[in-house]
């Protein structure tokens, strides 16, 4: 469903009478409907029964301003007539009808954003894969364009309501179309005739078209009529799916609403659906998609809930959700908000703040108790939505603890598998007071990191954080269960105090104090500005050394991140260089340090293990000639030695 914007959006389409090309994506698209081997292509009849519906929908709308629209024909339905003599289908209805620029712009441009995904989607996948067009078509849906599948011609004639001007549209989708005045344009509304393929010649049984109605659109909230010769019957009453009781609907009458409302193709992952009473009464039916919507990552971050007021859609557009829920469809209808709603109202009613807030609520509590219930299938929800849940971490102050006892997590006990907070307090080490996170860029670059080392041989449990989203949310977040979020790789490490899990029986292996003392003062000296500060390390097992960020400076990867964006504002702050006084390397040069002697191989050697440290971060040396020269001179001392 798109709301009235489609004009203003496809602003560059000519409406003059006369022949244009397609805008070249539409064409694009037309080429492969013509030559889909797709093999449910029945569902173009849903794509034009929705578009009618939508139609019928918009007038009863602009109908509640001003009643001469309807101009005393008031039973808004879709119609099928299929006609066998002359091989065509007509799909029309008694909407709101489109004029002359209308047409042009929302039958010739891309004129919504799921057929512009699917055209992306298309040019991404490239030509080369067979069947990829037909998946796609099932991914996306695709509207109107769908009619191409079953017809080589496709007249769509039409009457803004209100207009005394009729427009026919005309095309076989093959590079260009026609628009031309129509005094056989139905008196309101739209009527779509498609001259059905000889392959397609199916679509003119009455049966096929009734069952077909049946499995997709029986519960579009606009009565569907089947008109064969001159008796015309209802096939589907248009009775408000969400107003029956559940009791009397289906899985099957569920997913066959989820599908027409959110325009998609798969199965709904959670459905809500309840009568809310008390202060107002109002109905919702929403559903939680199993599969990523194609806008989800949009920048514009909107949801596409229905609003109505006692059964009349108002708009898709009143934002009932929080941007962090945007990928829920489906819909709400007050018994109470005025239908005559102004945008400004949507945005400052306190009728409506309630109800959003109320729905929001409900939205959490339902997934929490999916989460209990059936963790299979929340944990499906929260692999395709996680990250957006997540944005509502930093944006939504007063759901935060219930968006914390949502999230799941990749950690080091679980890499593959996914971790509540709960469970991680539940493992908590003796003596161990923070949650411990590493941010990455995937769960195994993360793993891999030398800052775990210490935390493994403690046995503390680490979340791997790897959603861009998620260096904001924890730096605000204030904790879980009275347990900060504290980063392995930035500031002190505090896990001294918690037990080694295989405590190291020789004490002999690691350097003195003093003499790393000695060595990370030496080191300190050598490296100058480069760093902050150089010190012995707790967090280290394996690696001898590592670098992190100062406490109170942003993570090191954050930085990295905020630096490369244009004209940024961050510019990198010089890290601390760890050392790990149980490394035989780290032992050797600390010896070398409390010697007397030449320390110019000692300083190349500082410069090494700082280089290292940047490898290991996932950096390249700043200077790679000089770290290349270093390296040699090492080599060839060692190789004299
Ligand atoms: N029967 C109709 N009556 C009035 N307008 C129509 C009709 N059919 C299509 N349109 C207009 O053409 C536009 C494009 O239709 P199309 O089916 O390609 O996408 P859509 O319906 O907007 O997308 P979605 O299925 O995501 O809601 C619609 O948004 C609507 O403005």
Request: aromatic fraction near 8%; proline fraction near 5%.
């Amino acid at each position: 469903m798109t709301s009235d914007t489609a004009t203003s959006d496809t602003a560059t389409a000519t409406a003059t009478a006369g022949t244009h090309a397609f805008q070249a994506e539409v064409g694009r698209i037309l080429d492969l409907m013509v030559h889909a081997v797709y093999s449910d292509r029945e569902v173009f009849l849903r794509e034009l029964i929705s578009n009618g519906a939508d139609a019928c929908e918009k007038l009863r709308y602009a109908a509640r301003q001003d009643d001469s629209l309807l101009a005393g024909d008031t039973q808004l339905a879709v119609t099928l007539a299929p006609d066998a003599a002359a091989g065509t289908l007509t799909v029309s209805d008694n909407g709101i009808g489109m004029s002359r620029e209308e047409l042009a712009g929302n039958l010739g441009t891309i004129a919504r954003s799921g057929t512009r995904a699917f055209a992306e989607a298309l040019g991404n996948a490239g030509d080369t894969q067979p069947g990829t067009a037909e998946s796609l078509i099932g991914r996306f849906g695709i509207g109107f364009y769908s009619a191409f599948m079953v017809a080589d011609r496709v007249e769509v004639s039409s009457r803004r309501a209100g207009s005394p001007e009729g427009w026919k549209w005309s095309s076989d989708g093959r590079g260009t179309y026609t628009i031309e005045p129509d005094e056989q344009a139905p008196a309101r509304g739209t009527r779509i005739t498609l001259h059905l393929k000889e392959d397609a010649r199916e679509f003119l049984e009455p049966q096929w078209l009734e069952s077909i109605v049946a499995a997709h659109s029986a519960h579009v909230p606009v009565a569907i009529r089947l008109k064969e010769g001159e008796v015309s019957r209802e096939i589907a009453d248009g009775s408000a799916l969400w107003l029956k009781p559940k009791a009397e609907l289906t899985a099957d009458d569920y997913r066959d609403f989820y599908r027409h409302v959110a325009g998609a193709w798969d199965e709904p992952a959670l459905t809500i659906h309840y009568a809310a009473e008390g202060r107002q009464a109002y109905r919702v039916l929403l559903f939680v998609p199993s599969e990523k919507p194609f806008d989800l990552f949009d920048p514009d971050r909107k949801g596409r809930i229905r609003l109505y007021v006692r059964r009349v859609f108002i708009t898709d557009d009143a934002e009932l959700m929080p941007a962090y829920l945007r990928f829920v469809r489906g819909l709400v209808d007050s018994d109470d908000l005025p239908l005559n709603l102004s945008r400004e109202m949507l945005q400052h009613s306190p009728m409506l703040a309630q109800i959003r807030k109320a729905v929001t609520n409900r939205v959490l509590s339902e997934l929490a108790r999916l989460a209990e219930k059936d963790p299979e299938a929340y944990l499906k929800v929260w692999s395709a939505f996680g990250p957006v849940l997540k944005e509502g971490l930093y944006e939504d102050l007063e759901r935060r603890d219930s968006l914390l006892d949502l999230a799941r997590f990749r950690s080091t006990v679980a890499p593959d598998g996914w971790r509540s907070l709960k469970d991680y307090v539940a493992g908590l080490r003796p003596n161990q007071t923070a949650i411990y996170y590493l941010t990455g860029d995937s769960p195994a670059q993360a793993a891999a990191s030398p800052h775990l080392e210490g935390f493994r041989a403690r046995g503390i449990e680490v979340l791997l954080l790897t959603d861009p989203v998620d260096h904001f949310w924890v730096r605000v977040a204030a904790g879980f269960d009275g347990k900060p979020f504290r980063s392995v790789s930035q500031g002190d490490t505090d896990i001294a105090a918690i037990p080694l899990v295989a405590p190291a029986d020789d004490a002999d292996d690691t350097a003195a104090p003093a003499a790393v003392a000695t060595l990370a003062a030496f080191v300190r000296q050598t490296l100058g500005e480069t760093v902050k500060d150089v010190r012995a390390s707790d967090r280290l097992a394996e690696s001898p050394v590592c670098l992190v960020a100062g406490a109170g400076t942003l993570d090191r990867r954050l930085e990295r991140l905020l630096s490369r964006q244009d004209g940024a504002a961050v510019t990198r702050s010089a890290p601390i260089l760890e050392l790990n006084p149980r490394h035989p390397l780290i032992r050797h040069l600390a010896a070398q340090a409390t010697a007397p002697g030449d320390k110019a191989l000692l300083a190349d050697a500082a410069w090494l293990l700082y280089d290292e440290a940047c490898i290991l971060d996932g950096e390249t040396p700043s200077d790679p000639a000089a770290f290349a020269a270093r390296l040699t001179r090492l080599l060839l001392a060692r190789g004299a030695a």
